[in-house]
């Protein structure tokens, strides 16, 4: 994948995480919390049949907009956790996929959060296993694990190179309705 991205990794996902999603997100709906500055919101969209990025910060937001995206693609601005957000985004996009790489005590909070609200959505939670900062909550690893415990899903190790990285590997927790 070689395009324009504001940011690189260890701060954004890895590119390669776009193809290793392609099966799961071609001609969906899909949704990316904390889609940051875009940069892997624009990789999905050549695959999928539309996008939402949704973000907290406004200054993302502002970089995120100048992507070229090729489905139709919406920036959302807020907080996925307050108010009504989600029966919003529920009422006017019903995404099938969900995307976040987030942070490891996050993983099971955001993925519980979705599924109460869309539980017939495709969730997919990304790790960082060089994200090993204890006292900070980062144990990716250990967090995605957890969540895998709790909501049985696929757990993919993808090796990667890309300058900035902490580890060679990210992993994939892939959980599809039944």
């Known amino acids: 994948m070689n395009y324009k991205t504001f940011d690189s990794v260890p701060s954004r996902s890895p590119l390669k995480v776009i193809e290793v999603m392609i099966p799961y997100i071609q001609n969906k709906i899909v949704c990316e919390i904390g889609c940051k500055q875009g940069d892997i919101l624009y990789g999905i969209s050549k ?3 539309e996008c ?8 993302f937001i502002e970089n995120a907009k100048t992507h070229n995206y090729e489905c139709p693609t919406e920036i959302i601005l807020g907080d996925f956790f307050k108010g009504d957000n989600l ?5 006017s ?3 099938e ?14 993925f519980e959060n979705v599924h109460k609200h869309f539980p017939s959505s495709t969730i997919i939670t990304a790790a960082d296993p060089g994200n ?11 967090w995605i694990n957890k969540l895998n415990d709790k909501y049985s899903g696929e757990l993919l190790e993808v090796e990667y190179s890309e300058k900035g990285q902490r580890a060679n590997t990210f992993i994939l927790h892939i959980w599809e309705p039944k």
């Open 47 to 49: 695959y999928a049949k």
């Open 52 to 59: 939402i990025g949704y973000e907290i910060e406004r200054d």
């Open 87 to 91: 029966n919003q985004l529920k009422k």
């Open 93 to 95: 996009f019903n995404p």
């Open 97 to 110: 996929v969900f995307y976040s790489f987030s942070h490891g005590k996050w993983y099971i909070p955001w």
């Open 132 to 142: 090993t900062r204890i006292q900070a909550g980062a144990d990716e690893r250990g």
